[in-house]
T-cell receptor
């Protein structure tokens, strides 16, 4: 068990391009979360999966954002038509039902130029 | 007004000092309170988890919750340079709630 893994660690993209991030949670964890963190701020909730079902989405998750967890294991977060305001750290976390806290990955830092 | 307010600092103290970090919140539905530590270029790491009002101690760390005042604190005793990080408070409303609401984070530096 190597913890929550996120790929890539850093992504630089031009405005208007699409990007996709991957998260591999801890293997026995059935819950997976995506958060966004901008510089000098705390993480903000984006969405949450239990197994393969996406159970909650934040209003922050505009229609340019989509997240999937097709087989209840890894998850992807796609941002279409990126904007400069999308520049942030995208954090993935996982947990097991009944446990108290999440385990976060190290994040994917997105820079939109 | 943000649901959770946290002084961003930065806070700089000498090694061995007692550090006090605080958050206030406005949503009286919050019942579960956490403190996370985040090193540069890393994800947050859970330090303390408390339910409702009261104190919880774990080694050099003590978490306090005062629901009547909507105020939570984290105390670090005998602070070490390795404690230098950003400390984030987080909270959620009920056992089944999955969304955590975080404070802004306080950047702490412990000087040798």
């Amino acid at each position: 068990d190597t913890g929550v893994s996120q790929d890539p660690r850093h992504k630089i993209t031009k405005r208007g391009q699409n990007v996709t991030f991957r998260c591999d949670p801890i293997s026995e964890h059935n819950r997976l979360y995506w958060y966004r963190q901008t510089l000098g701020q705390g993480p903000e909730f984006l969405t949450y999966f239990q197994n393969e079902a996406q159970l909650e989405k934040s209003r922050l998750l505009s229609d340019r954002f989509s997240a999937e967890r097709p087989k209840g294991s890894f998850s992807t977060l796609e941002i279409q038509r990126t904007e400069q305001g999308d520049s942030a750290m995208y954090l993935c976390a996982s947990s097991y039902f009944g446990t108290r806290g999440y385990t976060f990955g190290s994040g994917t830092r997105l820079t939109v130029v | 007004q943000k649901e959770v307010e946290q002084d961003p600092g930065p806070l700089s103290v000498p090694e061995g000092a007692i550090v006090s970090l605080n958050c206030t919140y406005s949503n009286s539905a919050f019942q579960y309170f956490m403190w996370y530590r985040q090193y540069s270029r890393k994800g947050p790491e859970l330090l303390m988890y408390t339910y409702s009002s009261g104190n919880k101690e774990d080694g050099r760390f003590t978490a306090q919750v005062d629901k009547s005042s909507k105020y939570i604190s984290l105390f670090i005793r005998d602070s070490q340079p390795s404690d230098s990080a950003t400390y984030l408070c987080a909270m959620r409303a009920f056992q089944g709630a999955q969304k955590l609401v975080f404070g802004q984070g306080t950047r702490l530096t412990i000087n040798p």
